[in-house]
Nanobody, 120 residues
């Protein structure tokens, strides 16, 4: 089990941008397929984007072009850049390792997440 610590959320207006960060406490981070998920109030976790060691695999068509996932393996850190924020992006955002052999099943116990609220 790795410890996941997300940060970078906040209260923003539509059209704004932000970058979320997730530090993963595992020496094997560089070998993990990683992903960002979000959970809106009353809903289940939703996969937002995935990344292999060197590739960006967008998952949701609604966020293509606005969400950019990246990673810094030297810092054990996963990032999510969100541009042109929409009210529908309001949610708690989480990172996690993608379970091997699955298309997006989270592997570790969830961290505390970081809240993103988009409103005018």
């Amino acid at each position: 089990q790795a410890h996941l610590v997300e940060s970078g959320g906040g209260f923003l207006q539509p059209g704004g941008s932000l970058r979320l960060s997730c530090v993963v406490s595992s020496p094997d981070f560089k070998d993990y397929r990683m992903a960002w998920y979000r959970q809106a109030p009353g809903k289940q976790h939703e996969l937002v984007a995935q990344i292999e060691a060197r590739r960006f695999i967008p998952t949701l068509s609604s966020v293509q072009g606005r969400f950019t996932i990246s990673r810094d393996n030297a810092k054990n850190t996963l990032y999510l850049q969100i541009d042109n924020l929409e009210p529908e992006d309001t949610a708690t955002y989480y990172c996690n390792r993608v379970a091997p052999g699955t298309s997006g099943t989270p592997y570790f116990i969830w961290g505390q997440g970081t809240q993103v609220t988009v409103s005018s």
